[in-house]
């Protein structure tokens, strides 16, 4: 069994900055070095959104919203990815979750999501 687990979340004025953490667990023996790895997020009223994606290369994916904001790192000896958010808006007020995913699309597992919310 695996288990994603969210930190760093919280509350932030506009123009701050926060810093994401999901560490992975499990059981002895699972490989934790899933193809993609990303960060999602969940407004209320809204559609759950792909922020951010990791390969497992390392090349980096994200929404244009955030381009130029977010950067997104994984560190696999420490089975963790990273999201840092600089200039934080109003409008990332949202549940960030953290996936894991052996195929770009489809995602295997998700973490329970950490609260991030900006004020004006």
């Known amino acids: 069994q695996v288990h994603l687990v969210e930190s760093g979340g919280g509350l932030v004025q506009t123009g701050g900055s926060l810093r994401l953490s999901c560490a992975a667990s499990g059981t002895f023996g699972i490989t934790f070095k899933w193809n993609v790895m990303g960060w999602y997020r969940q407004a209320p009223g809204k559609q759950r959104e792909l922020v951010a994606s990791?390969?497992?290369?390392?090349?980096?994916d994200y929404a244009d919203s955030v381009k130029g904001r977010f950067t997104i790192s994984r560190d696999t000896a420490k089975n963790t990815v990273y999201l840092e958010m600089n200039n934080l808006k109003v409008d990332d007020t949202a549940v960030y979750l953290c996936s894991a995913s052996w195929h770009s699309g489809k995602v295997d597992y998700w973490g329970q999501g950490t609260q991030v919310t900006v004020s004006s």
């Open positions: 990791v390969t497992l290369d390392g090349t980096a």
